[in-house]
């Protein structure tokens, strides 16, 4: 492995670290997430989530995940989702879900630091970041309180794509970080009967932006009921898709 966590006294080796970030909220940032985590895991791998997005924390619901793990109070242990993969997220530790939480940068990215050093991840092969959404100040503390090898730009169609990952492309590239790829969610509907995609909001091109950025790979994720009720239900693990497969054949 490439690194070790050497401060934290835990003895966790992670090798290779995936921050997923986005323009704004609201463009399935936290499905994505949960999607190539799935992905990743179901080719062997072992693998992790941490939810650095502190304030709007959605990972442990994906998975179905609500309690906390109490098996030693002075250590702090992810929780298994069913596939086997670990995920620390501020939603475990509250006394109540719905608790908000109102914290300013600094302690954001102090949280998110310890959820890195201090959690007993173990041996781990893929740790995915969900970063809070934007390119402002608290994604960008959260950026450099871990060492993230490279990140994933999730969009949606609706978004101002150009400007959005040119700044992500730009933020990355201040802190010496690649761009491994973008995501495009919600970008067609595929019809049950004809399964004829249909572009609702019309058709913008990522793979030339992808090029011009100089980005490797793109893929595409469709706007799926059944998708969004494997979120509500807590199962985005039991969603079978292969819509990510050639992203991740690159990590
Ligand atoms: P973000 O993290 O960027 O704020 P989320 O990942 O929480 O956004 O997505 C919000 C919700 O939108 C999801 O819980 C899901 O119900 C719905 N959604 C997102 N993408 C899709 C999709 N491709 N197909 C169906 N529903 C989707």
């Not at 530790?93 to 949280?111: N, S």
């Not at 609702?200 to 793979?207: R, V």
């Not at 239900?233 to 990510?244: F, H, K, M, P, V």
Request: proline share 6%; hydrophobic share 40%.
């Amino acid at each position: 492995p490439k690194k070790l966590i050497e401060e934290s006294g835990t003895g966790s080796q992670i090798n290779k670290v995936i921050g997923v970030v986005s323009g704004k909220g609201g463009v399935g940032k936290s499905l994505v997430t949960p999607l190539l985590a799935a992905s990743i895991r179901e080719k062997g791998h072992s693998v992790a989530v941490l939810d650095a997005d502190i304030t709007g924390p959605s990972i442990p619901k994906m998975f179905g995940l609500s309690q906390k793990d109490k098996t030693n109070k002075n250590r702090i242990f992810p929780v298994e989702s069913g596939h086997g993969i670990k995920i620390m997220s501020v939603n475990l530790l509250l006394d109540h879900e719905t608790d908000p939480v109102i914290w300013r940068g600094p302690l954001i990215a102090g949280t998110v630091k310890q959820f890195w050093k201090d959690v007993y991840w173990g041996n781990v092969d893929y740790m995915f970041v969900d970063m809070p959404p934007g390119t402002g100040d608290v994604p960008l503390t959260v950026f450099q309180s871990l060492p993230v090898d490279g990140i994933i730009v999730v969009t949606s169609p609706q978004d101002l794509v150009e400007m959005i990952v040119g700044k992500a492309v730009k933020m990355a590239g201040m802190m010496h970080i690649p761009v491994i790829g973008i995501v495009q969610n919600m970008a067609y509907y595929e019809c049950p009967t004809c399964h004829d995609k249909h572009y609702l909001f019309g058709k913008n091109d990522i793979d030339t932006l992808a090029e011009e950025y100089h980005i490797e790979m793109t893929a595409k994720i469709p706007i799926d009921p059944s998708l969004a009720k494997a979120c509500d239900e807590g199962r985005i693990e039991d969603y079978e898709t292969d819509c990510l497969d050639n992203l991740i054949e690159k990590f």
